[in-house]
């Protein structure tokens, strides 16, 4: 089993920054890949941002590329979503998602399905 416990969510006014962790115990996988997901009232969860547990390949969702940027420290197994020029739309229920498998190609967009492990998630609302 693997363990995800979020933290650093909060409220913050729109175009200030926040700084999610996810700490990971537990079984872990070679070549694992983690990622932030994010889910507003009444919307689909969506996905954010990956990235490869070896190599640190990294991907965003067109929404957040150049304002986002996920970051993991292997050694202290956590992750991060270093979060700059918030807008309102960005609120949402931030989760931590972890997968075993990898992806190929320069294109990824995975859906909540692709991953097999989550956390409990972290509320963030960014005020107008």
Same mark, same amino acid.
């Given at each position: 089993?693997?363990? #995800?416990?979020?933290? !650093?969510?909060?409220?913050?006014?729109?175009?200030?920054? #926040?700084?999610?962790?996810?700490?990971?115990?537990?079984?872990?996988?070679?070549?694992?890949?983690?990622?932030?997901?994010?889910?507003?009232?009444?919307?689909?969860?969506?996905?954010?941002?990956? %990235?490869?547990? %070896?190599?640190?390949?990294?991907?965003?969702?067109?929404?957040?590329?150049?304002?986002?940027? %996920?970051?993991?420290?292997?050694?202290? $197994? %956590?992750?991060?979503?270093?979060? $700059? $020029?918030?807008?309102?739309?960005?609120?949402?229920?931030?989760?931590?998602?972890?997968?075993?498998?990898?992806?190929?190609?320069?294109?990824?967009?995975? !859906?909540?399905?692709?991953?097999?492990?989550?956390?409990?998630?972290?509320?963030?609302?960014?005020?107008?």
């Amino acid at each position: 089993q693997v363990q #995800l416990v979020e933290s !650093g969510g909060g409220l913050v006014q729109a175009g200030g920054s #926040l700084r999610l962790s996810c700490a990971a115990s537990g079984r872990t996988f070679s070549g694992s890949t983690m990622g932030w997901f994010r889910q507003a009232p009444g919307k689909e969860r969506e996905f954010v941002a990956a %990235i490869t547990r %070896i190599g640190s390949t990294t991907y965003y969702a067109d929404s957040v590329v150049g304002r986002f940027t %996920i970051s993991r420290d292997t050694a202290k $197994n %956590i992750l991060y979503l270093q979060m $700059n $020029n918030l807008k309102p739309e960005d609120t949402a229920v931030y989760y931590c998602a972890a997968t075993p498998r990898l992806p190929s190609g320069t294109y990824y967009y995975p !859906g909540p399905s692709d991953f097999d492990y989550w956390g409990q998630g972290t509320q963030v609302t960014v005020s107008s």
